[in-house]
């Protein structure tokens, strides 16, 4: 399971770094699709703090911050700690999340700009 790319189905330009959540999706060369929303402790805190008395995410994957390569670096920890599948949930395959599309067509997070991204 280590050939894979990760996507940003909502996108990622936009995104605080230190205090923020971004979904990503988590395509695995043989065609498995995973879903998983990476959060910041920042975000956590900024729910909890404007009220809310508790917060939840399903797939919820809590991370030091959102920058391209801690995202890349904490999944690939949970793959080698075999935690991956208890974070992420298997959505579908290449064939029915991305339509006509195939492993290679699709763009993975370190080649999309990054400009516009808060911290």
Same mark, same amino acid.
Do not use: Q
């Given at each position: 399971?280590? *050939? ?11 995104? *605080? ?62 793959? !080698? ?9 298997? &959505?579908?395959?290449?064939?029915? &999340? !991305?339509?006509?599309?195939?492993? *290679? ?15």
């Amino acid at each position: 399971m280590n *050939n894979h790319k990760i996507t940003f189905p909502l996108g990622y330009l936009d995104t *605080n770094i230190f205090n923020d959540n971004v979904d990503v999706n988590i395509v695995f060369e043989t065609g498995e699709v995973y879903f998983g929303t990476l959060i910041t402790m920042k975000n956590i805190e900024s729910f909890i703090n404007r009220g809310d008395i508790y917060f939840w995410c399903t797939n919820m994957f809590i991370v030091k911050d959102l920058k391209k390569e801690t995202i890349r670096a904490a999944i690939l920890k949970s793959l !080698f700690d075999k935690n991956f599948k208890d974070i992420f949930t298997k &959505i579908g395959d290449i064939a029915h &999340i !991305f339509e006509g599309l195939s492993y *290679n067509d699709l763009i993975d997070m370190n080649d999309l700009a990054t400009e516009n991204c808060a911290s």
